[in-house]
């Protein structure tokens, strides 16, 4: 997965997969956004809606506040 496109639901380009990471408590996915910024979202139907491998894309759903608490 590392390397493919993240997008938001609604179609719109979020970055790419940086590296998926497991701490123990289930996969974490760290995502390299647009604008250089690195954040880190649990890997799980509720953040990452759909997976398609195929066309080289991860559709993700951030949660609510992710974007104001990260500059």
């Known amino acids: ?3 493919l496109n993240v997008n938001r639901v609604g179609g719109a ?3 790419f997969v940086r590296a998926v990471h497991n701490f123990g408590a289930g996969d974490i996915l760290e995502i390299e956004r647009l604008t250089g910024i690195r954040i880190m979202l649990p890997f799980n139907k ?3 809606p759909d997976v398609d491998i195929g066309a080289g894309v991860i559709t993700v759903d951030p949660p ?5 608490s990260v500059s």
């Open 1 to 3: 997965m590392v390397g």
């Open 46 to 48: 509720d953040t990452v």
């Open 64 to 68: 609510e506040g992710l974007e104001n």
């Open 13 to 15: 380009s979020y970055g």
